[in-house]
């Protein structure tokens, strides 16, 4: 047996911190050929490897092709400069009318509100943005919520990041406290990969948190793939529901890692198994250094239509693709026959 140094009586914040960021680790504890070595380090020098312990402990021990390893390990292929794919996929500089805050469709606002991850996923759309430049800092959260506060379009505010569960629990108490005083903001979602990487973090004090909020509260895990939900997730998931938290998940589809009818439907069969429903298949954002991830567009119509006649209506998530200045997140047209 391998050690993951999965000790339950560590805090969150230790966890975290105990992430594995050595690629030789994360090759070793996987009993993985150490040839895979050079190429991880030079593609976790553009952007770091890090995964939590108990992450890694969901994946399959000398299996190079486990759907948990592969969208952590950094690979050569991140290196190369396909044509087509960009540093800033969605243009974001651009909705950006004060720093972390995204007003980019009508009703919501989204803010960037901490840098950092949880874990590294290597196909994010995020791996060469600004997260630093783009995070005001302690105090500079007035500005934004001076914008929601004037703005009375806006009925929901979504945490974003980096991942916004990765701030600890008094910022969100102080934010929170603040949209209290903004009548017109009855939700507040929060985007998040943490209960499903790092179930550690939905603590007392933090379900605590979520049940006394005046919003109603909307969770958007970021799940991939069925092998990731263990029984911490669950456990998470059924606590964040006694609460009274909507939970819904949405899915980046990844070419090796969900790319087929089976592991999808498996998939949402899971979720919602552990009272989370399937809201969005994301197309991947055309992000340089993760189109070996990409699938061709008729492929992610044929799968959502695979999903569509093997499962419950509400069961199928809407497949959808972002495109800089579009007003929504577009539909994926489906097959047509
Ligand atoms: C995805 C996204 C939202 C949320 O869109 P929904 O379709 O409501 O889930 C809001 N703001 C920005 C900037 C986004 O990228
Ligand atoms: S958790 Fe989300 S934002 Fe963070 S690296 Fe993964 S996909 Fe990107």
Same mark, same amino acid.
């Given at each position: 047996?391998?050690?993951?140094?999965?000790?339950?009586?560590?805090?969150?914040?230790?966890?975290?911190?105990? !992430?594995?960021?050595?690629?030789?680790? &994360?090759? !070793?504890?996987?009993? &993985?050929?150490?040839?895979?070595?050079? +190429?991880? @380090?030079?593609?976790?020098?553009?952007?770091?490897?890090?995964?939590?312990?108990?992450?890694?402990?969901?994946?399959? *021990?000398?299996?190079?092709?486990?759907? &948990?390893?592969?969208?952590?390990?950094?690979?050569?292929?991140? =290196? &190369?400069?396909? +044509? /087509?794919?960009?540093?800033?996929?969605?243009?974001?500089?651009?909705?950006?009318?004060?720093?972390?805050? =995204?007003?980019?469709?009508?009703?919501?606002?989204?803010?960037?509100?901490?840098? #950092?991850?949880?874990?590294?996923?290597?196909?994010?759309?995020?791996?060469?943005?600004?997260?630093?430049?783009?995070?005001?800092? #302690?105090? /500079?959260?007035?500005?934004?919520?001076?914008?929601?506060?004037?703005?009375?379009?806006?009925?929901?505010?979504?945490?974003?990041?980096?991942?916004?569960?990765? !701030?600890?629990?008094?910022?969100?108490? +102080?934010?929170?406290?603040?949209?209290?005083?903004?009548?017109?903001? @009855?939700?507040?979602?929060?985007?998040?990969?943490?209960?499903?990487?790092?179930?550690?973090?939905? #603590?007392?004090?933090?379900?605590?948190?979520?049940?006394?909020? *005046?919003?109603?509260?909307?969770?958007? #895990?970021?799940?991939?793939?069925?092998?990731?939900?263990?029984?911490?997730?669950?456990?998470?998931?059924?606590?964040?529901?006694?609460?009274?938290?909507v939970l819904l998940n949405q899915t980046v589809l990844l070419k090796g890692v969900n790319d087929n009818v089976d592991t999808?439907?498996?998939?949402?069969?899971?979720?919602? !198994?552990?009272?989370?429903?399937?809201? $969005?298949?994301?197309? =991947?954002? @055309?992000?340089?250094?993760?189109?070996?991830?990409?699938?061709?567009?008729?492929?992610?119509?044929?799968?959502?239509?695979?999903?569509?006649?093997?499962?419950?209506?509400?069961?199928?998530?809407?497949?959808? $693709?972002? @495109?800089?200045?579009?007003?929504?997140?577009?539909?994926?047209?489906? $097959?047509? +026959?």
């Open positions: 047996m391998i050690d993951f140094n999965l000790d339950k009586t560590i805090s969150w914040q230790t966890a975290l911190s105990q !992430a594995i960021q050595d690629p030789q680790e &994360l090759l !070793a504890l996987l009993e &993985l050929d150490p040839s895979l070595l050079a +190429a991880a @380090k030079s593609a976790a020098n553009l952007f770091p490897l890090k995964v939590p312990r108990g992450f890694a402990a969901r994946m399959q *021990k000398g299996n190079v092709n486990d759907p &948990l390893l592969k969208q952590v390990l950094p690979l050569g292929a991140e =290196l &190369l400069d396909v +044509a /087509g794919y960009q540093q800033d996929p969605l243009q974001e500089s651009d909705v950006n009318p004060i720093p972390g805050l =995204l007003h980019k469709y009508q009703s919501r606002v989204l803010l960037t509100f901490v840098g #950092t991850c949880g874990i590294n996923c290597r196909y994010c759309f995020r791996r060469h943005f600004p997260y630093g430049d783009n995070n005001p800092g #302690t105090d /500079g959260w007035d500005r934004a919520l001076d914008y929601i506060a004037k703005d009375s379009s806006i009925t929901e505010v979504i945490l974003s990041g980096g991942d916004p569960l990765v !701030a600890n629990d008094k910022s969100l108490w +102080a934010l929170s406290e603040k949209l209290n005083d903004i009548p017109h903001v @009855k939700r507040l979602r929060i985007h998040s990969r943490m209960p499903i990487v790092l179930p550690e973090r939905i #603590t007392a004090d933090f379900l605590h948190w979520m049940g006394q909020l *005046k919003q109603k509260p909307v969770l958007v #895990t970021h799940c991939n793939h069925p092998q990731e939900i263990s029984p911490a997730v669950e456990q998470a998931m059924q606590a964040l529901s006694d609460v009274g938290t999808l439907v498996d998939l949402s069969e899971a979720l919602f !198994a552990a009272g989370i429903q399937p809201y $969005y298949l994301h197309l =991947l954002d @055309k992000v340089q250094g993760a189109a070996h991830f990409d699938l061709p567009e008729e492929e992610a119509k044929n799968l959502h239509w695979g999903l569509n006649q093997r499962l419950s209506g509400y069961l199928v998530p809407k497949l959808v $693709y972002e @495109k800089a200045g579009a007003p929504a997140k577009l539909p994926v047209e489906l $097959y047509t +026959a």
